[in-house]
């Protein structure tokens, strides 16, 4: 089992729908949960990160983190075709940040 | 300011040969990571850096990867008789100080695409 999943997509959706993106982890000793986003060719930029259970927005996004099913997800309100990236889920267990492969986002427009 | 920046942005290497690929990261940033990301996948982590001190180097494929950061600064990630399967995106990215929650966010450079004939 990888330590961090993700669903590798495509996810479709429609602009102006909200994305729903979600991650699973393995190691309870995670510590710190952060959503990343790529686009084709460039490097990785964070977008949220989130350490206590609950959510927390930012904008558009919306990270939700729950230690005890260890899942993670970033939900994207109004979506734009400029969302259209993968998006990584990374956690931070000591000091390593360790990375899922990605989803694939695509918005239709 | 400056982010964190990569050089050479591109390497192609004949497989046998060595090569050495630098980052500078951001002015202060006590915490370094060189990541390695393969087409479709996400980035794997290689190493750490804490200043100087290489803390964690528990994701180096084998022994002919090697890292250093030895003015706690720059860093050179060194590949030795590079092989095909080695081709791949290698990242670096800094950060603040990576176990404090308000500081641990990395900034990445653009990457090193080697590519290993």
């Known amino acids: 089992q990888k330590e961090v999943e993700q669903n590798s997509g495509p996810l479709s959706v429609p602009e102006g729908a909200i994305a729903s993106l979600n991650c699973t982890y393995s190691d309870r000793g995670s510590q710190s949960f952060f959503w990343y986003r790529q686009y084709s060719g460039k490097s990785p930029e964070l977008i949220m990160f989130i350490y206590s259970n609950g959510d927390k927005e930012d904008g558009r996004f919306t990270a939700q983190l729950n230690k005890a099913s260890q899942y993670v997800s970033l939900l994207i309100r109004d979506s734009q075709p400029s969302d259209s990236a993968t998006y990584l889920c990374?956690?931070?267990?000591?000091?390593?940040?360790?990375f899922g492969k990605g989803t694939r986002l695509h918005i239709l427009p | 300011g400056a982010g964190v920046s990569q050089s050479p942005r591109y390497k192609v290497a004949k497989r046998g040969q060595d090569v050495a690929l630098r980052c500078d990261p951001i002015s202060g940033h006590v915490s370094l990571f060189w990541y390695q990301q393969a087409l479709g996948q996400g980035p794997e982590f290689l190493t750490y850096f804490q200043n100087e001190a290489q803390l964690d180097k528990s994701g180096l494929p084998s022994d002919r990867f090697f890292a250093e950061r030895p003015e706690g600064s720059v860093s050179t990630l060194k590949i030795q008789r590079t092989q095909q399967e080695d081709s791949a995106v290698y990242l670096c990215?800094?950060?603040?100080?990576?176990?404090?929650?308000?500081?641990?966010?990395?900034?990445f450079g653009p990457g090193t695409r080697l590519t290993v004939l």
């Open positions: 990374a956690v931070r267990r000591d000091d390593k940040i360790i």
């Open positions: 990215a800094s950060s603040l100080e990576i176990r404090d929650r308000a500081k641990n966010e990395q900034f």
